[in-house]
């Protein structure tokens, strides 16, 4: 082997070491950007979830939720259309599973539980319309959640019944300024 072959390996080896450490340096820098930017979304979805506007949707949804005759049914529902948001950005992995859960899981659970208990609203809303993709992101996140929970803290032990806290979370909500 020559003094110039041996250069022209080492040339190529450094090139691929080059170009393999510039890719790897990109992907960290992108998931890194990825992560701001979750971050940063979620910081403004929270601002949003406590805007006046959506308090006022709140308010209306768990009065409703709470009431034992639910007859007349709120107009305004952009509080559960904000969760379907919420859970299809998690989902799709735009917004991070960790951090959603830690800025929403009381409101994702409770809000979930009163839809679904003690008349699961959910699946008669997909029964009558023919749609079983209604709230379905929504849907997904509660449970992701619920599961989560239940993994941390066993649920013979836990404080009170999965009804009986998204009541408390309810009963909150419906005292809101609106």
Do not use: C
Not at 6 to 30: E, S
Not at 83 to 99: A, D, H
């Amino acid at each position: 082997m020559s003094d110039l072959d041996l250069a022209t390996w080492i040339t190529i080896l450094a090139t691929w070491v080059l170009a393999v450490g510039t890719l790897a340096f990109a992907y960290w820098q992108l998931r890194q950007n990825q992560r701001l930017h979750s971050a940063s979304t979620l910081l403004d979805l929270r601002e949003r979830f406590f805007s006046p506007r959506l308090q006022r949707s709140r308010k209306a949804i768990s009065t409703w939720l709470l009431k034992s005759d639910r007859k007349d049914e709120p107009t305004d529902w952009e509080v559960t259309f904000f969760f379907e948001l919420l859970g299809s950005l998690t989902r799709t992995r735009n917004l991070e599973k960790r951090l959603v859960r830690n800025a929403f899981s009381t409101w994702i659970t409770a809000y979930y539980t009163g839809l679904t208990q003690p008349i699961d609203l959910i699946a008669q809303w997909r029964a009558e319309d023919h749609d079983p993709l209604i709230f379905a992101d929504f849907e997904w996140l509660a449970r992701q959640i619920i599961e989560y929970e239940r993994g941390l803290v066993p649920s013979p032990e836990s404080p009170g019944s999965e009804l009986e806290q998204a009541r408390y979370v309810l009963e909150g909500d419906s005292r809101l300024e609106g």
